[in-house]
């Protein structure tokens, strides 16, 4: 889910890790490309859903609202992002840098940038925000579907946008690589959720694979783990994903105030 470019080369080596630690803990050949595969044109539902996936990183929207029944969770990457909660994250809501308001209410008259509507780092999260401090109503005069979290720090960049919330992981890749991001600031941050799972297809074996998994992030190579901001990998359970469930019941309340 986070393919930058520049981040490729160390994810190559963790798939390696990650066959290489399946063959030598079942002592079976897994068929497998020598790399990640990055360029499938198809649609990622048909993707996440296929009955051959190995292995892949899905959103947690998703996964809880329509993937749950068609797919078995291996666990979640831990990012370092929330202290005391290994695999959890949150988005970073972000304005232009000289944007006088200071506060989210200050935004009734603002075009809000989303990447999706089942992402729920850029859409739900800040639905769920409004929810929780405004109530449920319609806050956003505007709201521009961009496709991606760099995207929308384009759109707000350019002035197209006022405001947007982002993955607080894409936001540090994006603080790392994306020069436009200077002309942002964070106006604050959205409550905490379980991360972005890696899952399988319902056939395969579970715990091969989360064993596997939990092993090639440990054998990575330091400057490897550096580039990934990886730290770790956190045994989740649908159960944990069942608060992104419930929130969604408010945000999707929020979600039909502005047409969406």
Same mark, same amino acid.
């Given at each position: ?113 989303? %990447?999706? #509507?089942? +992402?729920?780092?850029?859409?739900? *999260? ?7 401090? =405004? ?75 989360? %064993?596997? #998994?939990? +092993?090639?992030?440990?054998?990575? *190579? ?7 901001? =990886? ?30």
């Amino acid at each position: 889910m986070y393919d930058f470019p520049q981040l490729r080369a160390a994810s190559n080596r963790l798939w390696a890790n990650i066959v290489t630690e399946l063959q030598r803990s079942t002592h079976t050949t897994y068929p497998h490309t020598p790399t990640l595969s990055w360029a499938l044109k198809k649609d990622p539902y048909a993707i996440w859903q296929d009955p051959n996936l190995l292995f892949s990183q899905t959103c947690g929207y998703p996964y809880i609202t329509v993937l749950q029944n068609n797919v078995s969770l291996i666990g979640t990457p831990d990012y370092g992002l929330i202290k005391h909660k290994p695999g959890w994250y949150n988005s970073v809501i972000v304005v232009q840098q000289d944007d006088p308001r200071t506060d989210l209410r200050e935004f009734s008259t603002a075009t809000f940038a989303f %990447n999706s #509507t089942d +992402s729920q780092s850029g859409c739900h *999260a800040m639905m769920f925000a409004i929810h929780e401090s =405004l109530g449920n109503r319609r806050l956003f005069t505007q709201c521009v579907r961009t496709g991606s979290h760099a995207n929308s720090v384009e759109a707000i960049a350019s002035g197209e946008c006022d405001i947007a919330a982002i993955d607080a992981m894409s936001w540090r890749l994006l603080k790392r690589y994306e020069p436009k991001t200077k002309m942002l600031r964070q106006l604050t941050s959205t409550s905490p959720t379980p991360g972005l799972p890696y899952i399988t297809a319902a056939t395969n074996k579970i715990s091969e694979l989360t %064993n596997a #998994t939990e +092993s090639a992030i440990a054998a990575l *190579a330091n400057t490897d783990k550096l580039t990934l901001e =990886l730290q770790g990998l956190w045994r989740s359970t649908t159960q944990d994903y069942e608060l992104l469930k419930r929130r969604a019941e408010r945000s999707m309340e929020v979600l039909r105030k502005h047409d969406l």
